[in-house]
């Protein structure tokens, strides 16, 4: 990462592949750029805050690919949030959890909504994750 501004580029430049792999990688980085671009914080506190998570990870052992570095994204995007704006970062957990739950409930190939979080719950077994879900609400 050169500066504040690669850090809003995907992780992969599109050399043959897709340039995300999930839908839910490019909505975090786009959001990362409306929140800067509206002044909730600015490109340097961003790639801050991304670098740091990056550095964390890789402290911890984690490799380097994709779900490494969008879950730094989301580090990132959430410890900014919960900083500059507590009123919302306060919500947010239980926001994203609601997410988990919808995306664990959701049948394969089928899109995810959040009234699935309702449903029923799977608790923390991962052996329900799914992939390729359409990640439109």
């Known amino acids: ?12 430049q599109g050399a043959g592949g897709p340039v995300f792999t999930e839908a839910w990688h490019a909505e975090a980085l786009g959001v ?19 670098g740091a998570a990056l550095e964390r990870a890789a402290a911890s052992g984690r490799p380097d690919i ?29 926001r ?7 995306y664990l409930n959701t049948p394969h190939g089928k899109p995810v909504a959040l009234s699935a979080a309702d449903l029923h719950d799977h608790g923390d077994d991962e052996h329900h994750h799914h992939h390729h879900h359409d990640h439109r609400a």
């Open 1 to 12: 990462m050169s500066g504040p501004e690669s850090s809003f580029a995907p992780r992969r």
């Open 32 to 50: 990362a750029n409306v929140l800067t671009a509206n002044g909730l914080f600015s490109a340097a506190e961003w790639a801050g805050a991304l």
């Open 66 to 94: 994709d779900a490494t570095y969008y879950d730094a994204v989301l580090e990132a995007l959430e410890g900014l949030i919960v900083a500059k704006s507590p009123a919302t970062g306060a919500g947010m957990a239980e």
């Open 96 to 102: 994203v959890d609601a997410w988990r739950r919808a």
